[in-house]
Each structure stands twice: as C-alpha cells, then as structure tokens.
Nanobody, 121 residues
C-alpha cells in the first residue's frame, strides 16, 4: 500500500505564502500523477493543481499565476507553493497520488489526510 503524509498548512494573512508538502511511502512501483485538491466548507472537493509524470502541469483557473506545483521524484514528494493567498483559498487541502504497487497494475488513487489552510486577517 501507499501512505501519504501532508504538512505545511496553517493560518496566514491575505497576501501571504505557504508551502504544502506531501510525501508518499510504502510499496510503490510507479507514481503517475501527483496532485493537490481542496475542499472548502459546504463546497465540493476541487482540483487545484496536478503534476503528471511527463512533467506537464494543470492548474485551476482560480490559482493560476499564484500557485506552483512541483515534485521531487527521488523523494516521492509533491509540493504546492501558494503565494498571494486570498481568503477564498481557505480550505482543507488534500494530496492525491496515482500509483501502482506492482508491475502491470493500473494506477490507483491514494489520498492524504488533508491539511487545513486558513487565510484570514
């Protein structure tokens, strides 16, 4: 199985920055996409950013130009650098990793436990 450990959430003032980290461990054969999602109270979970194994990235329109996703393949870790944070960025942020644990197995989606990000003055 694959375990995900997230860190880096917290309280920040509008305009501030935070960096989230998500480290994957376990019996990993291959990691495909690594992504960040978020869920605000009363809203559906939404994709924030995704980094594919071919280095292509996709961002939600609401975070383009402010957030940057990156990954360290040697450490099986994905990061989300969040700049110019706004109150509407307040949410629980979840890491999602598409990985296989044996050769020939299709990727399975693993989720982290979530980390709270609160943007408030």
């Amino acid at each position: 199985q694959v375990q995900l450990v997230e860190s880096g959430g917290g309280l920040v003032q509008p305009g501030g920055s935070l960096r989230l980290s998500c480290a994957a461990s376990g019996s990993i054969f291959n990691i495909y996409a690594m992504a960040w999602y978020r869920q605000a109270p009363g809203k559906q979970r939404e994709m924030v950013a995704v980094r594919h194994s071919n280095t292509n990235t996709n961002y939600a329109d609401s975070v383009k130009g402010r957030f940057t996703i990156s990954r360290d393949n040697a450490k099986n870790t994905v990061y989300l650098q969040m700049n110019s944070l706004k109150p509407e960025d307040t949410a629980v942020y979840y890491c999602k990793v598409d990985a296989s644990v044996v050769s020939g197995q299709p990727p399975y989606a693993y989720w982290g436990q979530g980390t709270q990000v609160t943007v408030s003055s």
